[in-house]
Each structure stands twice: as structure tokens, then as C-alpha cells.
DNA sequence: CCTACAACCTGTAGCCACTACAGCTTCAAG
DNA sequence: CTTGAAGCTGTAGTGGCTACAGGTTGTAGG
């Protein structure tokens, strides 16, 4: 009997697919555009993956998981790879994506805001002639916001 | 001396991009998906907008600043064309893109908590020995909530 | 009337981050 | 040794545009 999964120091793709919880053309992808070296291969050529490949994957995931670009994952990625980390800019990376998420929560909270008016209005006591959506959408300028 | 670009009923792609907002690649690809019907052409095979092209395009664009998909907002379009129109599924359209919006706002929201939290712990005083925000992606367990 | 040049035309490729095949080969349990 | 899951490569598709390349047309000034 082989030892269970959990504890193989050697595992194929979809072993460490189940383990990281990203899927196994995810991770082939994550190897062609850079993100994951490649591992080495068995006698089939199949890939072979080690502790280390795990560690950074879940780094990966985890950081796609806050919506950070595969871009940005690169360059973290070599930072972490760096001895003397340049901390400022791995803290710059961070803080530049943060501005990114609240900027986008402001600009649908407006949306959220536009598009309750129009669903409420027309779910609303409104005469049935004409329909508010779409009359809403036809004429801009019932829109008492006019930022977006 | 015509008279002003404005008052012109008939129009080129330039000017329907102009008065729209909408950039004239994006008024030749909507007409490609099947948004904006065929318009006449000049003998010379370049395309002529109407009056009523400049309102359908009006509709388009304000939909897709609220966010709605190609595909709902053919939808839209097919049912304001639609003499005793169908306001329930305007309105079912409507309230189900403010629900995916709402779901959206708040996986951002819960993004913006974890995101804040790891670059306030690197600006903050922790000990430069290692880098938070390395720290935070390469281990998983940092986080407070584990939802995302 | 002619020229210059902006605006137009079609068709195709690229963007992001995957996802989904098709058509093979390899691995491992029984 | 057989079988079937899992692996392999390479390509195409997703959404909603955007950006060319390489040509044609419209129009204002001279």
C-alpha cells in the first residue's frame, strides 16, 4: 500500500489539483504564461510536482482569490523570490489594488443605486402603458444622476 | 452652407459616434453582434444613420453604463420593439443584473476588508524582517475570513 | 477641376484569465 | 494484460471591445 495522498512529497497535476483547489488547465496555463516553473516529468512525460510547487500555487491562488492581476502575481512572486525583499514595493502592489476594488465598489454602488430606482419603479404602482425599464433606459435623462 | 452637424437627420458613423458617446469600432461591432440594425449606405457603401438609429444607440449605450450584457440588452431592445410589450421580463431583466450587481459589491467588499488589512499591517510597525503582504499570500491561514 | 487629407471601409488579431474541447499517450489497479 | 481514469499538446472559444493594416470615399480649399 502507498502512502496516502496527502502525505506524497511527489504528486502528479491532479493531486495537486484537488490540493490547491485550482483546476488542472489553470495550472497548465499558470506554467505557460510563467507564474509556475515547470516541473519535472516521469519517464511518460508527465508532470511531477514537489513541495515547493504546492507552496507557490497556493501563493498564486490565494492572491487571484483578492483579484490581483497575473501580472502583479509575477512580480510578487519574484519579490518573495528576492533575499532582501523590497517590501515598499510589494506594500505598493497591495495598496494600488486596494484603490482599484474601492473604486470599483463606488462606481457599482452608483449603478446599484440607478438600476434599484429604475427595477423599483417599475415593480411600483406605476400605470402599466409604457414600461418604466424601458422607458428608463430609452430616455436618459429620467436619470436624477447623471454621473455614469 | 449645410446646416449644423446637430440638426442633420442624416449622418455618418463619425458624427452617430460623436453625438452618442460611443466610438465608431464599437457602433460597426454592435451592428455586427446584431444590436443595431444594418443602416442605408452612400453610393460610395459608407454607412448613413437616421434619427432613429441615434435613439437605439442611446439605449444601447445606457444599458451597457448599467452595466447590462449584449445578450439582455437584445433582449431590451427586442421587447421595446414589441407593440404590447412585456414589462414583466424587463423588469425580471432589470432586478436580476441589480442582484448580480449587489453579489458583486459585496464579493468586493469582503476582497477590500482582507485586501485593507494586509496593507495596513505591512505600512504599519511590524518588524521589517519579512514582508506582510509576502507573508499574507504565502499563508493562507493569516486571513480572519476565509470566505473568499 | 484637382489635390490633399480626413474619414470611412473590411477583415483580422489582440486583450484578460481562463475554459473546453479533440485526439492522442501513459499510469495504475485488478 | 486489460481497462479506464488521468495525463499530454495544441487550438479555439468566452465577452466586449480595441487596434491595427491596407485599402476607398467624401469634401473643402485652391
Redesign the pocket.
Known sequence: M?PAKTLERV???????ERTGV????????E?VGLLPE?E???????RYGRAHVERLAF?KHA?DLG?????IRTLLRLSDTPGMACDEAHAIAAEHLEEVRDKIARLRSLEAELARIATVCSGGVAASDCAVIEALADHSHCEHHSH
Open positions: 502507498r504528486v502528479p497535476i491532479g493531486t495537486l489539483a483546476k488542472v488547465e489553470t495550472i497548465r496555463y499558470y505557460q516541473p516529468r516521469s519517464e511518460g512525460n508527465q508532470r498564486i487571484r490581483f492581476a497575473v501580472e502583479s
